[in-house]
Each structure stands twice: as structure tokens, then as C-alpha cells.
């Protein structure tokens, strides 16, 4: 069965400083990956997703993804944080095209100035 | 993407009472999923909904307590049944949209609190 594990509920970073959250998967098949990212009392918002047209995924505000399917990982990264960036991000999973996400627990990204 | 809504946007709820969560789509769906997001918490699949067809839902979850109804492809209604304090909770709609790598966009949610 699919799942997403994302390692580390929290992560705190200083403003400017690169921002890291991990996701690995466990998918069968060549899965559908997204990040999506709630700001406190707000709803989901698609950050950027993996749909097998390139590795290296480019998404909304400054964030970007990489697939790697030697490491079952597709890790967020953003060269440098800004205090806007705190929320929760999750990342999410399917592996046949109409079926539903599965969500990984979500990491509280905090920032600091 | 679409344009989700849903209604209502928040409730505070008494035990043992049921409330109904709407949710309207801008366009024709075939497959709309609900999720349950506890405080502080991911977002649990509660069910997928077809139209034409009896809900399927996910492990621990039942119909009894989260009747669904898919009366036509724009719009979907979860009922929270004989609710207690644990289904306090947001609860969220997502069509699922064909084509657009599959890409799954979110109501704004409906909080409820139960007392």
C-alpha cells in the first residue's frame, strides 16, 4: 500500500537559511507526488507536484522538489527561507491516476528572524 | 483548478446532533473524496464518492455515522452523524479532477467543533 513518512514534525530555520523538509514514499509504481502547504487557519494550497515529466520540480514561491526514485525521497527545498514561509507543509501521495492523496503527518516549518 | 465550496464554513455543534457539509464544484466531476483533518493533525481520507454509486470508504469510517450523497457531478454532502467531542475536526472536499497530472485541489474546509 502507498504511504508517504515525512522525518521530522518540526524544523526551525533562520530567515534566509536554506529550507529543508524530507518525504520519502513507498509506492509500488511510479507514484504522483505533491507538496501542499496550510498557513494557519487557512485551507491547502498546491506547492508544486511530481507527475513523471521532470525530476526537478519548480513550484509556487521559490520552492522546488526532486524526485528520486533510488531513494524513494521527494524532499522540499527553498534556497532561503522567509518569515512568510512558516506553516504546515504536507506531502501527499497517489499511485494511479484517480485515486485519492494520501497524506504524510505534515511538518511545522518555523522561522526565525 | 477548480472553484470548491463549501458550506457551512464553521459550526459549533451539540453532542448527539448530525450536521450536513455541502460541497459545490465549478465543474463536472466524476469522483469526489472527503477528508478529516483533527486538530493538529493530517488529513485523513474519509470516503470517495461517484456519482450513481454508493460511497466507498476508507478504514474506520462507516456510513452510518458519514452518510454521503452524490446527487449529481458539481456537488457532494457529508453528514457528520450523532456527533461527540472526537469529530471535532475540519472537514474538507476534493474533486478529483481527470488530466492535470491527477492534481487533487481542496474546499476551504468546514470547522466543526462539537460540545
Known amino acids: 500500500a502507498q504511504s508517504v513518512t515525512q522525518l521530522g514534525s518540526h524544523v526551525s530555520v533562520s530567515e534566509g537559511a536554506l529550507v529543508l523538509l524530507r518525504c520519502n514514499y513507498s509506492s509500488s509504481v511510479p507514484p504522483y507526488l505533491f507538496w501542499y502547504v496550510q498557513y494557519p487557519n487557512q485551507g491547502l494550497q498546491l506547492l508544486l507536484k511530481y507527475t513523471s515529466a521532470a525530476t526537478l520540480v519548480k513550484g509556487i514561491n521559490g520552492f522546488e522538489a526532486e524526485f528520486k526514485k533510488s531513494e524513494t525521497s521527494f524532499h522540499l527545498t527553498k534556497p532561503s527561507a522567509h518569515m512568510s514561509d512558516a506553516a504546515e507543509y504536507f506531502c501527499a501521495v497517489k499511485d494511479q491516476a484517480g485515486t485519492a492523496l494520501i497524506f504524510g503527518k505534515g511538518t511545522t516549518l518555523s522561522v526565525s528572524s | 483548478s477548480a472553484v470548491i465550496s463549501q458550506k457551512p464554513s464553521r459550526d459549533i455543534c451539540q453532542r448527539g446532533t448530525s450536521l450536513t457539509i455541502q460541497c459545490q464544484v465549478d465543474?463536472?466531476?466524476?469522483?469526489m473524496f472527503w477528508y478529516r483533518q483533527q486538530p493538529g493533525q493530517s488529513l485523513t481520507l474519509i470516503a470517495t464518492?461517484?456519482?450513481?454509486?454508493?460511497?466507498?470508504?476508507e478504514s474506520g469510517f462507516v456510513i452510518d455515522k458519514f452518510p454521503i450523497s452524490r446527487p449529481n457531478l458539481t456537488f457532494s454532502t457529508l453528514t457528520v452523524s450523532n456527533m461527540s467531542p472526537e469529530d471535532s475536526s475540519i472537514y474538507l472536499c476534493?474533486?478529483?479532477?481527470?488530466?492535470?497530472?491527477?492534481?487533487?485541489?481542496f474546499g476551504p474546509g468546514t470547522r466543526l467543533t462539537v460540545l
Open positions: 464518492a461517484n456519482q450513481g454509486s454508493e460511497a466507498t470508504y
Open positions: 465543474s463536472q466531476v466524476t469522483m
Open positions: 476534493s474533486p478529483g479532477l481527470a488530466g492535470n497530472g491527477d492534481t487533487q485541489y
